[in-house]
C-alpha cells in the first residue's frame, strides 16, 4: 500500500471548524504503511484545539472503512502547539538577598517536622549563620509556640520606599507566620487561593534582612502550598523529614517525587529521620525503636539520598518546644544531634550550590 492511498483516504475527513479536509490543511505527518500496520501523525497548529479527539477517531475509522485489513492496527500520534506563557511582571519583593532557601518538608503530618525546623534553625544560628524561618503551614501554624513568641504583634516599616512586615526574633532567628496574624484558637476557614496569597504576602512582604538561610516550615502534603512556595521563590534544596514507620515512609516517597518532578527539580539534599528511637531519661543508654528501626536510613541508602541525622525521641524535645525553648539552644545530648544535622544540611547546600550555576534567587511572576 503506498502512502498516496492512505492520504486519499484521510482526504474524506473535513475539520468542523476550518471545514477543509485534513490533508489539506497539512494536519496529516509521517505517514507509514506496513506489515503489522499503519501510522501516522495528526499535528495541529493550536494548542487544546477541541477537535482534536473527534478527528483522531474519525480518521481511524474512515481508515478501517477504507482498508478492513488493517482494523485493529491503526495508530494516530497527536501533537499539539505548546499554550502561550503569559508574559511575566515583576513582582515587589524583599526576598532578594536572600543567599538560600531550605525547604523543611514532610508529605506526612506529626513527624515532628516543625520541631526539627526550630531546633535547626537555632543550631545554624549557633554556628555563625544568619537565618530566618516561615512557616508556610497556614493551616497549623507552630512557630508562634515553638520560638515562645505567642501574642507577638507584627509591626510594619517602610523599607527603601516599600511598607515591610517586621518579624519576631527569638533565640537570634528571625521569624514569620500567619499564626501573628491570627488568634491561638481561631480556625483558619480559607480557601486555597485565599491561603496562596496570604502566603505570597508572608514570602515578599517580610523584612527578612540578609540571611544566610531562610528555612521554609512546609505543611504536610503535596498541593497548592507546596507548589507556590517553589514558584514563588528559588528553593535551594529540600530537607525531608520522617519517621522510622513504613506508613510515614510511603508518604516520604511521594514526596521525593514531587520535588524530582519534571518542571520542579528541587535538589533533595537528604532525609533527617526524627522519633528514631525513645531514650527515657532514667536510662540514657537506652534505645527503644518504638517506630521501627532506621526505616528512614534504608529509604535513604535506596532513593540514593544522604541521611542527614537520626533525632531521638526524647521528653526534653517535647518540653522545650512546647514551652518556646528550642532544645538546641542547650548542651544536651539531643542538642548535640542538632548541630550535627546543621553541620550536615550546610554541607549538601553548599555541595549543590557548588554543583548550580548562579542564578537569580527569586523567581517572580
Known sequence: MRNEQILA??????????????VSLGLV?????REDGIRFTLHFPKARDPFVNSLRKAAVSTLEQAFPEYAGRISVRVKEAAPKVPEKKQRSTSTGKITNVLAVS????????STVTANL???????????????????????????????????????EGKELILPAESHGVKVNSIGFFIKPDDALVWRGAMATNALRQLIHQTAWGEPDVLLIDMPPGTGDIQLTIIQELAVTGAVIVSTPQPIALADVVRGISMYRAEGIGVPVLGLVENMAWFTPAELPDHKYYIFGREGVKKLAEREQLPLLGQIPLVQSVRESGDEGRPVAAGDTITGLSFADLADRVMQQTEHKNRELPATSKVIVK
Open 29 to 33: 505527518e509521517e505517514v507509514t504503511a
Open 9 to 22: 483516504a484521510l482526504s474524506a475527513v473535513v475539520h468542523p471548524d476550518a471545514r477543509q479536509d485534513i
Open 121 to 159: 534553625a537555632v543550631a545554624l544560628v549557633q554556628k555563625g549563620y544568619r537565618v530566618g524561618v516561615l512557616d508556610a503551614d497556614i493551616y497549623g501554624p507552630s512557630m508562634p509556640k515553638m520560638f515562645g513568641l505567642e501574642g507577638y504583634t507584627p509591626l510594619a516599616e517602610e523599607v
Open 106 to 113: 514532610s508529605a506526612k503530618g506529626g513527624v515532628g517536622k
